[in-house]
């Protein structure tokens, strides 16, 4: 058996690369209202790894980015892009990263708030897309405030102002769009993390599953092809990650 084919039986055991995509994430994915297919940085890579493997992709499109680690996890989808959390890493092999993304805090203009350090107290409601990368780090890390959770990271800013919260947690584009459509509201400055965008298969899946699209990730930084896809999707804000 060939190289290429004894690694399409390993990342693709049905004949089919089944990629979940997440389009709560619009940095990396989307679709249109009425499309049935997704663009973006993470579909046009999952395209080239598909051509690679000279193998037919199958594009499992989610809302959230915790619907699309259960598929992985749960073996009903071959791999995905996910930002690394080392809950998600119970069940998931991720690559090094690939893009870094700002996570920030968004308050209204009259908030007190100033700082980073003024978030975590207690009486204060922190809202967060259920299941993001960043709901699963201020879970761990948040002492004194309320974490309240939004039914996805694009309605986050819609339920901030809707419940009167006090603070809203997320990536910063997604942040940043909700001040120029709302208006009245700020971003705290700095970050409170880094999102690290990965890759993963299900951690049940043969180690060289995983070896196979670290060595992927590693080429598509390398070459430039993560920068120019970030260009040609109009991506602002976010960083190709450095070399593993």
Known sequence: ?????????????????????????????????????????????????????????????????????????????????????????????????????EGCYLVRDDSPITTQEEVDRSGQRIVVGKGSAYDLYLSRTIEHAELVRAPTSPKVVEFFREHQLDIAAGVKQQLEAGIEEFGGMRLLPGHFMMIQQAMGVPKARSPEAAAFLSAFIEEVKAEGEVARLLEKHGIQGAAVAPSA
């Open 1 to 101: 058996m060939s190289e290429i084919s004894t690694l399409r039986a390993i990342m693709a055991p049905t004949g089919v690369l089944r990629t979940t995509i997440n389009v709560g994430n619009p940095i990396l994915a989307g679709i249109e209202a009425g499309q049935d297919q997704p663009y973006g940085v993470s579909v046009d890579l999952a395209r080239l790894i598909a051509k690679r493997l000279e193998v037919e992709l199958e594009l499992q499109v989610y809302p959230t980015a915790g619907e699309a680690v259960a598929v992985v996890s749960d073996e009903k989808a071959d791999m995905g892009f996910f930002a690394v959390d080392p809950k998600r890493g119970e069940h998931i092999q991720f690559t090094a990263p690939y893009v870094l993304i």
